[in-house]
């Protein structure tokens, strides 16, 4: 087991090099980029000499108070799939879920990759923290996440906070969080950290994060929150394939009714799609099968902070992000059903004249709904 | 004089277990199982709709998903006295077949396996030998000396760029190991194989429940309406689409996990001697073929064993105060009473209370309280529960499907059923009923496709959705077989709202610390006379421990009765 068997792989610097860049213009661009997501001029070497590194990305892939449901959507991308992932594209050299070594064995392989690699692995933290009582709510050989977080963090180029634990507290984190579970940007400070947010976050999403990275020489660009704004910048709503029905002013009225049975929208019984960023309705799940929506459930809003905490599930919202603090999905919908309905008519009259019957029918029931939805 | 060892963190599992064991002259005499992570999900649970519930406590487990969003739902729906129409039962069904195959295969290959196949030594494979060796037993296809051969030069240069990420550090060139080099490279193979795999079974649940893992539910039935003329209901493409999977399903469990199961554990039968434990089994059964109210009609029959007696199988009442109890005797919590109390779930109290050493620490006070896991007994008894109390439980009562696959298994590895009391017939066994269930999910398959045919497309029992139309207060019990073992929800609503709300799970019967009375629980006492070769290389307590299938996450999730909370520290600065 040498490692003079085989040809070396080219390293990402390698790479640009081969390809007629000099160093100059190598780190012209990482400069560019690390200010460009905001980070201090230090982070600039760190982020170039992740890069440069070996052939494969090191990476630490830390465990708190999660319910592996991170673990387990990541190994569900099906592009790349995952084996491919772990024996071409990055080193994953610490992950409790995955690994052969338990025990001394295993804390050794952490302790070895943060000092052989330090400054240059990608830390992924599927979980949160919990640092009430000390942070004794959660212990890993004897210590506490707070202080293998600590560690780990100080050497890492970049931080991926996996799903909604890491990047906003989930469920443990919802009303009266009782261990003060904490999402990682609130504990570390001065390191790039992509949150993915979602419970999970979908399995592609979280392999296009780490093949962004890896193909592009760069962590992805990020939105105010701290979001890749590749899969955040839309809300499922704007995205969803039943919204026709919203604006026209079709619901489900109640689980497995005729409406339900047509695929009207879900707003009425709790759809939280209007408040919701994420890729949902764009990329779906498990390789595009289908998604909330699709399966007749009204989206409960997983990737949003403190989304426990947002009104019950089956409550219709009332308050929409994003139009305004004033404005209300109701007046929302009312102005949109104006509009849509008599569009929606007029496009489809003049293409379909055999369907004016049932469009009239749905023009009967919206106008209707909207009649409902002023009360 | 014996020494204690400490394995901490156990990996490939899910969660945070902690071992520590007392070794002498080879064997282990002593045992401690420590659950080190704590959520407190039931006290965010108070004062919720009990209707949102499942999707709370659906968030205790991704690995079992779905899971806990059952018995969440039918909780309620016990409380509530909804039935629930045939059509949503045969949808809960199909997608409860659906996850136990999918966790079976990723516990036997991605968490289990490395416990018996030297993944290093499959390099020093034969790809001919291999290949021949792979038809001999199964009609699986991908088996020539080809595939074989590519496989090996892949994992070569894997493990000549010398990043071994996940394979690092592992106890490879164990005396442990005993598989044949070209057994590994088979093992090796499926392993990759089987992770490309486990991602389209799930699919399952993402056209019913929309995605996975964490699929939706929903009380009073399901939400994935009928609408057979409609592109946005279960229709054709659908159902087509899931029957698909389902046959793929089955074909994997019986041309790849078993045949590899059966391979393996012909080079370890004496493992069929190692890590049987207690000798009691604990089941609630699942699978209901005539409404979840008929436990006479489940498929997996429900029942306990007691002292691997097999021609005795006792009923069990969740809801009779004397039987299931919890114990907190040498768990972090207090009890108002006393800590040498049993309490039923519906009137289960709990208060946090670490009193374990300072971290950092090297070792626990195992003569004090050293777990987050409470400690639940049935009639005093410690219980095993998990795909071995299943299976014998199934034999015990003589249904006929489970005495077949049983009794082929023993025929073909040409050992006793008091095999089946060990390690490997945990490991055995959940490949066992991974069979049943495959085949179980095909006929739930054909029975919805007739149900719709004949005009039933009945999805939801709606009427009692209205929290109006509640009673003032209402107790209730949900059950199932988690693919770990025997689990319940107790919910007590009060006013519309959850008044307490209180789990029992798999892995707190299977990884609790003692009780009052100093008895052990499954995993302690399975690792008693575990022979250990290399006290710094302990593969036999994870042979034994993943025997089981930790599910810790799932193991600790009780509340902090009075909200303490303390200060906010910040790790690195603000």
């Known amino acids: 087991m040498t490692n003079d068997a085989l040809p070396k792989q080219p390293t990402y610097y390698e790479e640009v090099e081969r390809k007629g860049y000099s160093r100059r213009d190598f780190m012209k661009f990482v400069s560019l980029m690390t200010a460009f997501i905001g980070l201090e001029n230090t982070a600039i070497g760190q982020v170039a000499k992740a890069l440069e590194t070996k052939p494969r990305l090191p990476v630490i892939w830390l465990h708190f108070q999660e319910c592996t449901c991170c673990s387990e959507s990541f190994i569900r991308s099906s592009h790349p799939i995952v084996a491919d992932i772990l024996l071409d594209k990055i080193s994953l050299d610490y992950t409790e879920t995955l690994m052969a070594a338990s025990g001394t064995q295993a804390e050794a392989a952490l302790k070895n990759t943060m000092t052989k690699y330090k400054g240059q692995y990608i830390l992924c933290v599927e979980g949160s923290v919990p640092t009430a009582a000390d942070g004794v709510y959660c212990m890993i050989g004897g210590k506490t996440s707070m202080q293998i977080l600590e560690e780990a963090a100080e050497g890492a180029a970049a931080i991926i906070a996996w799903g909604s634990c890491a990047s906003n507290g989930c469920v443990q984190a919802a009303k009266p969080n009782p261990t003060s579970a904490t999402p990682i940007h609130k504990l570390v400070k001065g390191k790039p950290i992509i949150k993915v947010p979602g419970c999970p976050p979908i399995g592609e999403v979280m392999a296009g994060v780490i093949v962004h990275y890896l193909t592009f020489g760069r962590i992805p660009e990020l939105d105010r929150l701290g979001r890749p704004k590749a899969f955040y910048s839309k809300r499922v709503h704007d995205s969803c394939y039943r919204r026709p029905f919203y604006d026209a002013g079709l619901f489900v009225e109640t689980f497995d009714d005729e409406n339900a049975k047509k695929g009207y929208c879900l707003y009425k019984v709790g759809c939280k799609g209007p408040s919701t960023y994420n890729a949902c309705g764009v990329m779906k799940w498990n390789n595009g099968t289908s998604y909330p929506i699709q399966s007749g459930h009204p989206c409960i809003g997983c990737s949003e902070e403190n989304y426990w905490d947002n009104g019950r599930l089956y409550e219709r919202a009332s308050h929409f992000a994003g139009f305004g603090i004033e404005a209300n999905a109701d007046t929302l919908g009312k102005v949109a059903l104006g509009v849509t309905a008599a569009a929606l008519a007029g496009h489809a009259i003049a293409t379909n004249i055999g369907k004016s019957k049932l469009i009239h029918e749905h023009q009967a029931e919206g106008r209707e709904s909207e009649h409902e939805l002023e009360q | ?574």
């Open chain 2, 1 to 574: 004089m014996s020494k204690r060892i400490v394995v901490d963190p156990i990996t490939r599992i899910e969660g945070h277990l902690r071992v520590e064991a007392d070794i002498e002259n080879g064997k282990i005499k002593d045992a401690y199982s420590s659950g080190t992570m704590v959520r407190l999900l039931e006290e965010i649970l108070r004062g919720r709709d009990p209707k949102d519930a499942w999707a709370f406590v659906g968030r205790v487990c991704g690995v079992c998903t779905s899971i806990h969003s059952l018995t969440s739902v039918r909780c309620v729906e016990d409380a509530l006295d909804i039935v629930i129409p045939p059509n949503a039962e045969l949808v809960r069904n199909i997608m409860f077949c659906a996850q136990y195959i999918h966790d079976h295969v990723v516990h036997f290959y991605h968490l289990h396996a490395m416990d018996w196949v030297d993944v290093v030594n499959a390099l020093k494979a034969d790809p001919k030998k291999t290949s021949e060796l792979a038809q001999s037993i199964s009609k699986w296809p991908k088996s020539s000396p080809g595939y074989f051969s590519d496989l090996q030069t892949r994992i070569k240069k894997f493990v000549d760029s010398g990043q071994l990420g996940i394979f690092a550090n592992g106890y490879w060139g164990h005396p442990a190991y005993k598989l044949p080099a070209e057994v590994n490279l088979i093992g090796l193979a499926h392993y990759l194989e089987a992770l490309e795999w486990q991602k389209e079974i799930v699919k399952v649940h993402a056209i019913f429940g929309g995605k996975n893992p964490h699929p939706n539910y929903l009380v009073g039935g399901m939400a994935c309406a009928i609408g057979v003329d409609d592109v946005s209901g279960i229709n054709a493409e659908r159902l087509a689409y899931v029957g698909q999977l389902l046959k793929d399903g089955k074909d994997f469990v019986e041309q790849v996990y078993i045949p590899d199961l059966m391979a393996v554990a012909s080079f370890y039968k004496d493992w069929g001697s190692i890590g049987g434990g207690l000798g009691n089994y604990l089941v609630y059964g699942d699978l209901p073929t005539n409404g979840y109210r008929d436990l006479s009609g489940y498929k997996f029959p429900a029942g306990a064993i007691l002292n691997k007696d097999i021609s005795k199988v006792y009923d069990v009442d969740l809801k009779k105060e004397d039987e299931v109890q919890e114990f907190i005797t040498h768990s972090w919590y207090e009890y108002k009473e006393g800590d040498d109390k049993g309490l039923h779930p519906w009137k289960g109290e709990s208060k946090i209370k670490y009193t374990g050493p300072k971290p950092p620490f090297e070792h626990l006070n195992t003569n004090e309280k050293y777990s987050y896991l409470k400690t639940p007994r049935w009639k005093g008894h410690a219980m095993e529960v998990g795909p071995l109390a299943r299976v014998l439980v199934g034999y015990a009562r003589g249904r006929e499907d489970f005495k077949a696959v049983v009794d082929k298994a023993l025929k073909d590895l040409n050992v006793p059923v008091t095999a089946l009391f060990s390690t490997l017939g945990r490991t055995a066994a959940r490949g066992l009923e991974s069979v049943l269930t495959a085949q179980w999910g095909l006929d739930f398959y054909d029975q919805l496709l007739a149900n719709i045919k004949n005009g039933d497309t009945r999805m939801a029992e709606m009427s009692k959705f209205d929290s109006s139309t509640w009673p003032k207060s209402a107790l209730g019990v949900g059950h199932t077989e988690a693919p770990r073992g025997a689990l319940a929800h107790w919910i007590n609503i009060q006013d519309e709202k959850i008044a307490n709300y209180q789990l029992v799970v798999p892995t707190t019967w299977n990884a609790s610390p003692r009780d009052n009375k100093g008895q052990m629980s499954a995993y302690e006492a399975a690792l008693i006379d575990t022979p250990v070769a290399d006290e710094k290389q302990p593969l036999e307590i994870l042979r034994t421990i993943h025997s089981f299938d930790p599910c810790m996450a799932c193991s600790v999730h009780l509340y902090d009765e009075d909200g303490t909370t303390i200060s906010r520290i910040s790790v690195l600065g603000d």
